[in-house]
């Protein structure tokens, strides 16, 4: 070589400054794509070396894309990349590599994953209100980081499992609801009951399953009943009360009548009486009460028997 291009040589290598080697720091390993609930994360285990110094970037495609066109975390120390700012269908693949000062791995690709059919479906939201002998069930669909269940899976039907508390083994179950409150009707009085929901969906897994929500149920008879008597009572208090106080003066009247007595009446009533039987009456002076003396004699008593002070009486000559 001569010594005119060993210059050149030199002169563009200090041009162009030093060369990165791609592949001399270890690549991240056990590259993946999850995704719960309709969101999409890239996560991978940490390269070897000092992980002080390593930061990751992360790329990713959709399966329209050729390559990977779409920049998702740069630089960062964290093991996991969130990439939800997707669209709700599709097929994604994701990938990582490490870099440390001017050292850059290799690009390490994850699987494939399509969002809404890979996507883990987190479990619903139930809660129980016992309306007499029956249970009514109250379901609440997970919360999607994009969209809404209903709007990405428009056939997804509930699975209701429900026993008696401590008999699991006896489940019953109703399938195929699409309605997000369910009465469950065919129950014991005055028993504990146990239930728990389940998302199904065609073509996928199902959600996982939610916790077991327990309620006791109550008497057989009727709620409505209760409620009707109650309102009967209530109404017919408040319609006294309002008739009270629209015809309070009548009512007042009636209780205390104000009806003044014509004027011979009251000097009838306050003249003094003046019959003969009255006067003579008031005239006359009590009788002379007439009583005759009576003495006690005492009969049938010896001498040496004492004599009641009662009975101690002069005889009569």
């Known amino acids: 070589m001569s010594a005119a291009m060993c210059a050149f040589i030199l002169t563009l290598s200090s041009a162009l400054g030093p060369t990165v080697v791609s592949g001399v720091l270890g690549a991240p390993t056990h590259v993946r794509l999850i995704s719960y609930d309709m969101n999409l994360v890239l996560m991978w285990d940490s390269a070897e070396g000092p992980a002080s110094s390593i930061v990751y970037t992360t790329e990713y495609k959709s399966s329209v894309a050729d390559s990977f066109d779409k920049v998702g975390c740069v630089n960062i120390s ?28 290799a690009w ?36 999607f980081m994009i ?33 997000n409150r369910v009465i469950l009707s065919d129950l014991d009085p005055w028993t504990k009951y146990c239930v728990q929901v389940q998302i199904i969906i065609a073509g996928r897994n199902p959600s996982k399953p939610s916790a077991a929500v327990c309620e006791s149920t109550t008497s057989e008879e009727a709620p409505w009943v209760a409620a009707v008597v109650t ?11 309002v008739v009270a106080v629209m015809y309070r003066k009548h009512i007042s009247h009636f209780l205390c009548p104000k009806v003044a007595l014509p004027q011979h009446f009251k000097e009838y009533l306050l003249a ?46």
């Open 231 to 241: 309102f009967g009572i209530v109404a017919m208090s408040v319609a006294l009360v």
């Open 78 to 105: 964290n093991l996991e990349c969130d990439l939800t700012a997707i669209f709700q269908y599709g097929k994604y693949t994701g990938r990582v590599r490490a870099q440390s000062g001017t050292e850059s791995s």
């Open 147 to 179: 969209s809404a269940l209903r709007e990405v899976y428009h056939s997804a039907t509930y699975n209701i499992t429900y026993w008696q508390h401590g008999q699991r083994e006896k489940a019953r179950s109703k399938s195929n609801i699409q309605q």
């Open 108 to 143: 390490m690709k994850s699987n494939q994953i399509t969002l809404d059919k890979d996507t883990v479906i987190s479990s619903p939201d139930v809660s129980l209100s016992s309306s007499g002998a029956a249970i009514e069930v109250s379901i609440k669909d997970p919360v």
């Open 272 to 317: 003094p009486p003046n019959s003969s039987m009255y006067l003579a009456m008031r005239n006359s002076h009590p009788p002379d009460e007439i009583y005759n003396q009576v003495s006690v004699i005492a009969d049938g008593r010896t001498l040496e028997e004492p004599l009641d002070s009662c009975s101690k009486q002069p005889d009569a000559t």
